[in-house]
């Protein structure tokens, strides 16, 4: 597979800041002063992406401009297509109230070539993109680029975790680059194309409701956790060509539509705004969590929260749990058994996770749903109930995290039977767990 050289990448730092990029081959190509002059620079098209109402508060509007060759409007009409593995009708299948794991997802066999949106494949969610409320999770496994092609959700917002091979994601925006360990968020409405090297997988969360924001940190201060400074998006990039037949595909209301022109989509010359795609390093989050006694609530390690109107409660956070150290004196430190009103999917991108360091394996997955006790495995709890106490570094070397989401989630027909993938001996990690109180009071 051909290696691809984007040696020439830029970003601009900062989360949700006003930003302005114009192509260094067109300088001045941003109109002075105002937003639609009577003609543009370079005769560019104008544009408006507005990712909030125009009448939304200051605090939280959204819009960018872009100034491009030829507006989006010019297109052919779209056509349904197939929807493939992706859906959001969660009524498929009965509800299943168990523990699900999932086994680490195939990648694409080299017989056959699938590209980013081709492999997309639904495996929970709830709600209704059309009034604009729910989630989707969805994983990828690819092995080729879209080629004279690009992807566009009208439902909602994406945040991408890959978990093998880098993805290079060209946006309207300009490229991005984004590695394993790294995340992207690509708004509602933004197109954009994945290329990829190597056959690649990850997972995706999509939200139905609002935009991805970084959490409150109350008394933690002004600094900590994800730092805005470490959020990187692309600068203008274009590529000004003419194609027989450019496709985009459109996720509108759960199902996929196709529509062509005859040029590139990827034709802004220059833009400004606050509605841009960004990506981050998990590498660069600053960890907060206790130093004398007791197991934190995950929450302190919340990269991005997708508020829902209910003050304090996510419509999803994106949470990781990260190489730290682990000092908590006289606590059973790994996660709690415990019930959550919230539903609780999570992924792994390498190494293992501490509660469970048997059978949640990288590009795996799992899903506790409403009130579905959970916890630490029989292993897990007997090591951290008898160790000895000392300062030790904990998920060295790998990166587990959460898409953690107030709704009640439905699992599609895929992810429940069709890919083979669900692990029914999941169970069995805690039938092992012994009543240790009797055996005191006997
Ligand atoms: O269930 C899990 O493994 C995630 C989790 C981790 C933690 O440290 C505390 C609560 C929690 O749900
Ligand atoms: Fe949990």
Redesign the pocket.
């Known amino acids: 597979m051909n290696k691809i050289e984007w040696t020439d990448l830029k970003y601009l730092s900062g989360f949700g800041n006003e930003f302005a990029s114009e192509t260094p081959s067109h300088p001045n190509a941003l109109p002075k002063g105002q937003n639609t002059p009577q003609k543009a620079p370079y005769n560019l098209y104008m544009e408006q992406l507005s990712g909030t109402a125009f009448t939304a508060p200051r605090e939280t509007n959204k819009r960018s401009w872009l100034y491009r060759i030829l507006p989006s409007v010019k297109h052919f009409p779209f056509k349904k297509i197939d929807n493939g593995l992706v859906t959001h009708n969660w009524n498929d299948e009965e509800p299943n109230p168990n523990q699900l794991r999932w086994k680490p997802f195939d990648l694409p066999s080299n017989e056959k070539q699938v590209d980013f949106v081709q492999s997309m494949a639904t495996l929970c969610g709830a709600g209704d993109a059309r009034i604009r409320h729910g989630v989707a999770i969805h994983v990828y496994s690819c092995n080729v680029s879209m080629v004279d092609k690009a992807f566009c959700n009208s439902d909602g917002d994406f945040l991408i975790v890959p978990q093998k091979g880098c993805l290079f994601i060209k946006t309207e925006f300009g490229k991005m680059a984004v590695a394993p360990n790294e995340i992207c968020v690509i708004q509602n409405g933004m197109r954009f194309s994945v290329e990829v090297e190597e056959a690649s997988r990850g997972y995706i969360l999509e939200v139905f409701d609002n935009h991805f924001v970084l959490p409150n940190l109350g008394p933690i201060g002004a600094n900590g956790l994800a730092n805005p400074r470490d959020f990187q998006t692309p600068v203008a990039w274009f590529e000004n060509v003419k194609a027989i037949h450019f496709k985009i595909i459109l996720k509108f209301q759960g199902n996929l539509f196709e529509s062509h022109q005859d040029h590139s989509c990827f034709n802004v010359v220059a833009w400004h705004g606050n509605y841009a795609p960004f990506k981050y390093n998990l590498e660069n989050f600053m960890a907060i969590n206790t130093v004398t006694f007791d197991?934190a609530?995950?929450s302190i390690f919340t990269v991005l929260t997708c508020p829902s109107l209910k003050p304090g409660t996510a419509i999803a956070d994106f949470v990781i749990f990260p190489p730290r150290w682990s000092v908590a004196e006289n606590t059973f430190r790994p996660?709690?058994y415990?019930r959550?009103c919230m539903s609780?999917f999570?992924g792994l991108i390498k190494g293992n996770y501490e509660?469970k360091k048997e059978g949640f394996q990288p590009g795996g997955a799992s899903l506790?749903n409403l009130m579905i006790p959970?916890?630490p495995d029989f292993d897990c709890h007997r090591n951290a109930t008898t160790e000895e106490l000392k300062p030790v570094r904990v998920a060295d070397g790998t990166m587990s995290f959460?898409f953690e989401t107030c709704l009640g989630l439905a699992v599609t027909k895929w992810a429940n039977k069709t890919c083979e993938k669900l692990d029914g001996e999941y169970y069995k990690c805690w039938q092992t767990l012994e009543d240790n109180f009797s055996k005191l009071s006997v």
Request: glycine share 8%.
């Open positions: 197991h609530d995950p996660p709690y415990h959550n609780e999570m509660a506790h959970h916890g959460m």
